[in-house]
Structures are given as C-alpha cells and as structure tokens.
T-cell receptor, first 115, second 110 residues
Framework: GAGVSQSPRYKVAKRGQDVALRCDPI?????LFWYQQALGQGPEFLTY????????KSGLPSDRFFAERPEGSVSTLKIQRTQQEDSAVYLC?????????????FGEGSRLTVL | GQQVMQIPQYQHVQEGEDFTTYCNSS?????IQWYKQRPGGHPVFLIQ???SGEVKKQKRLTFQFGEAKKNSSLHITATQTTDVGTYFC??????????WGAGTKLIIKP
C-alpha cells in the first residue's frame, strides 16, 4: 500500500482481555518500530525490528507485551491481560533504512481503551 | 539514561508571530529528526539534520543542529493556523536508539 496501515483503529477491551494490534508497513521497508503514545505525551519506544529480527525490545513495559514480525513484513503487537494503564495510542512506524538513520513513516495508530 | 530535553512544553502565539522550540541532549547525537503531529493525527517527518552546525530551511521553517551535535532548534517565522500541532525532535544516539523529546505544542491564540 501507499502508507503504513494499522488495524484496528480503535479497540475497547475489558481489563484482563488479550488484544492484538496489526501493522502493515510500507513494502520493502527494513525497519519497523512500535511506540506507545499516551494523551498529550510524546511517543514512547516499545520495540524495534530489522526485517524479521527483533533487535531491541527494551521499551516493552512488561512481559504482558509481545511483538513479532515473522516474515519481515507485517507485525503484530500483542498485549495479554490488559490493564487500564495500557490505554494509549499504539503507533507503528517503518523506515527504508536500518537503525533509525532515516525518515520514519507512521501509521494512523491503534487507540486502545481498557475499561 | 540518555535523554533529549525539549522546551517549551507549550507556546501560545498570535498568528503572524514567530515560534521556536529547542532540544538538548546529554550526549552527542548522530543525527536529529523533526516531526510534526497535528491534533488527532500521527507524527509526520519534517527533516533530518546530520552535520555539525547544519542549517536547513523549508519555507518559513528553519532547522539548526548545534556545533557539538547535542542541541537543535526549529524556528517558524510568521506562524499560520496551519502550523498548529506538536513538534517533536528525535535524536539518534551512539547505540542507534532514537530518543524522542516530549514535544512542544504550538497554539495559536484566537
């Protein structure tokens, strides 16, 4: 597609439910990032993939968060046993180059609300 | 840990006034990128600066990267309503991690 696509755009979950957020990056982009953005805050880094390899997951807040990019294209961020503090917009970004050295293209984000 | 401090958090200006946001890093950066996020939108890339002392212009926007590659600024001349949004800097550190500033929100006074 022309840009980074994320789904769902909006997700409401009950506390304790598992959720899966999908990111479809720009075709051919090597790098893929996941960020969490709370209301009125800047993007907080979660994890980084170069192709299918997860090179950095230091930003994942707990072991309830898991991300994968098995074929080096589409990525899924999974949150298990959601908590209210997980409510945020989850942004995916891709880049043609590796390791944050080039322009990031962001998707529209997935807004998660945990009740 | 490594941080990029961005100030101010908010700036209220009259339309036609200038706007400036500043970013300072505790360590030397390989590059610095600037993004704009409109209300309800996602960050959109504006520019990347790589060289020490680099200055780049995009119409009314002027971007600077400090000589020591630890600070950067974005200056908008004669703001317009279309400039409203939050401006973020993001610096690439020596570990190839992109460190984001907290953003400066540009608000145009009615």
């Amino acid at each position: 597609g022309a840009g980074v696509s994320q789904s769902p755009r909006y997700k409401v979950a009950k506390r304790g439910q598992d959720v899966a957020l999908r990111c479809d990056p720009i075709s051919g982009h090597v790098s893929l990032f996941w960020y969490q953005q709370a209301l009125g805050q800047g993007p907080e880094f979660l994890t980084y993939f170069q192709n299918e390899a997860q090179l950095d997951k230091s930003g994942l807040p707990s072991d309830r968060f898991f991300a994968e990019r098995p074929e080096g294209s589409v990525s899924t961020l999974k949150i298990q046993r959601t908590q209210q503090e997980d409510s945020a917009v989850y942004l995916c970004a891709s880049s043609r180059s590796g390791m944050g050295t080039g322009e990031l293209f962001f998707g529209e984000g997935s807004r998660l609300t945990v009740l | 840990g490594q941080q990029v401090m961005q100030i101010p958090q908010y700036q209220h200006v009259q339309e036609g006034e200038d706007f400036t946001t500043y970013c300072n890093s505790s360590t030397t950066l390989s590059n610095i990128q600037w993004y704009k996020q409109r209300p309800g939108g996602h960050p959109v890339f504006l520019i990347q600066l790589v060289k020490s002392g680099e200055v780049k212009k995009q119409k009314r926007l002027t971007f600077q990267f400090g000589e020591a590659k630890k600070n950067s600024s974005l200056h908008i001349t004669a703001t317009q309503t279309t400039d409203v949004g939050t401006y973020f800097c993001a610096g690439l550190d020596s570990n190839y991690q992109l460190i984001w500033g907290a953003g400066t929100k540009l608000i145009i006074k009615p």
